[in-house]
């Protein structure tokens, strides 16, 4: 029998409900306001060419992040809503800051000054800071959707994309205007090679500087480190932005080239070296994390090597894809994603990035591992199909039915464990003694609470 669900629990699903719902009225009307004031300004042809011409760079800067974010993929509404605020909150209050300041500069500096001031000093400031708003956000109110750099990169990297996206519609739509396809030097064809084939990454490189400031903001404890990561971060993406439009405005193309190819590209390689490096180190943050979790009987000691890999979990997929239908193969996904999830947050605890809420979030996690495993364990062939034609691993043994909703668990050697139910065959390797071992809880798990933690059991 279905037991109700608490007061409080109803409120917070009502919640959960309403505020994307909310957010998303929200950034729509800041989206029609975009497109109302664009479509004033180069007329509804503008309009039309921009976006057709915009939409050719965002798939592939959309599609790298993305790429980036393999490890551990965020939820794909916080993403969409990266970009959205980007697209349209972002690029509404830039456009209505920008254009307030650039009159005030022509009415206190004489005309003409505006224009200037507009594009070197007043748009970088104006443009990051608005773009940083949703990292900073993230850090405040979606603290758990921060476990480093990789994601300050992934949730900049998209805002920056949705920004570009409405800016390119203006600026493309501009051109079309004023002379057509072809006009003299170039018209939107100039304007499409320029900001959709040499630099489409422009914007995204300008704002990852925040975000990376952001991802150290997170993974530190001090409030005074947090605070001066952010605002270095910001101030390096103003300094960019700065340069590159100054380049592009106040001098020739001689040194505009020069500052895209002894600048620009050389960050941008930087970049991608901070990013290879930083998806590095959460491979080995997985790895060193998956042997425990078999010896707790988290996980099974063949799936180790399997979840250790992404060209593996990859495989692992598409093989299940193909021998049991895409929910077996999202039942899978599911279940390496709440893996990884967890691996991050040990590590996070063990550094001492995690202390006051640790304990609940651990077991937050953990249970969703566990559903997630009991999931794919109900899926056909969904932990079996990537072998093949081969003969199971070593050891292996089929697991047992998920157990019943509403039954009692217990853990390992009948300690308490909410959700979990050891499965046979999910011992150690042929030659280690039988039987499963909770791994200890990583250092930081719980300071600050009295008394012993519940599911944490003794070594045997």
């Known amino acids: 029998m279905a037991h109700p669900l608490p007061r409080h629990a109803h409120v917070a699903r009502r919640r959960g409900v309403l505020a994307p719902v909310v957010g998303l009225v929200l950034l729509g009307i800041c989206g029609l306001v975009v497109l109302g004031i664009v ?39 916080m993403l969409l809503y990266a970009f959205l605020w980007g697209a349209c909150f972002a690029a509404l209050s830039a456009l209505l800051i920008n254009s307030s300041a650039a009159l005030a500069a022509d009415q206190l500096l ?10 070197v000093v007043i748009a970088p400031f104006v443009e990051e800071a608005v773009k940083g708003l949703f990292l900073v956000g993230l850090l405040i109110w979606r603290r758990r959707e921060f476990d480093g750099v990789v994601d300050g990169i992934v949730y900049a990297g998209l805002t920056a994309a949705g920004f570009a996206f409405t800016e390119n519609i203006l600026y493309i739509g501009r051109a079309f205007a004023e002379g057509g396809i072809e006009a003299q030097g170039g018209g939107v064809l100039a304007v499409v090679l320029l900001r959709g084939v040499f630099s489409p990454f422009a914007h995204p490189l300008f704002t990852v500087m925040t975000g990376i400031g952001a991802g150290i903001a997170a993974s530190n404890r001090a409030p005074v480190v947090r605070v001066l990561a952010v605002l270095a971060g910001y101030l390096v993406a103003v300094v960019l932005h700065s340069m590159w439009n100054g380049a592009a405005t106040l001098f020739g193309g001689g040194v505009f080239l020069g500052v895209y190819a002894f600048v620009m590209l050389p960050l941008f ?25 078999a010896e707790a009987g988290w996980i099974a000691w063949s799936e180790v090597p399997l979840l250790g890999n992404l060209a593996r979990r990859r495989g692992w997929r598409a093989a299940v894809r193909r021998r049991a239908g895409s929910r077996a193969a999202k039942a899978v996904a599911d279940y390496q994603a709440a893996v990884t999830e967890l691996a991050f947050l040990r590590s996070r605890i063990s550094r001492g990035a995690v202390r006051d809420d640790a304990h609940r979030r651990h077991d937050e996690m953990l249970h969703t591992l566990e559903a997630a495993r009991a999931r794919a364990v109900g899926m056909p062939e969904a932990l079996t199909a ?49 039987g499963h071992r909770q791994p200890g809880p990583p250092p930081g798990y719980g300071q600050g609470q009295q008394g012993p933690q519940p599911g944490w059991g003794p070594p045997r």
Do not use: K
């Open 386 to 434: 990537t072998w093949g034609n081969r003969p199971p691993p070593p050891g292996w043994q089929p697991p047992a039915p998920g157990p019943v909703p509403g039954a009692p668990f217990q853990g390992p050697q009948g300690y308490a464990q909410p959700g979990y139910a050891p499965q046979p065959g999910y011992g150690p390797p042929p030659g280690q003694a039988p």
């Open 39 to 77: 479509g004033s300004s180069v007329g509804p042809g503008g309009v039309i060419v921009g976006a057709l011409c915009a939409l050719l760079p965002v798939g592939p800067v959309v599609a790298t992040f993305l790429w980036v974010d393999r490890w551990e993929p965020e939820p794909p509404r």
């Open 269 to 293: 390689v930087a970049m991608i070296v901070v990013i290879v490096w930083q998806r590095r180190r959460e491979a080995r943050t997985v790895a060193d994390q998956l042997p425990g979790f």
């Open 110 to 119: 004489g005309r003409g000054s505006g224009d200037v001031l507009g594009a």
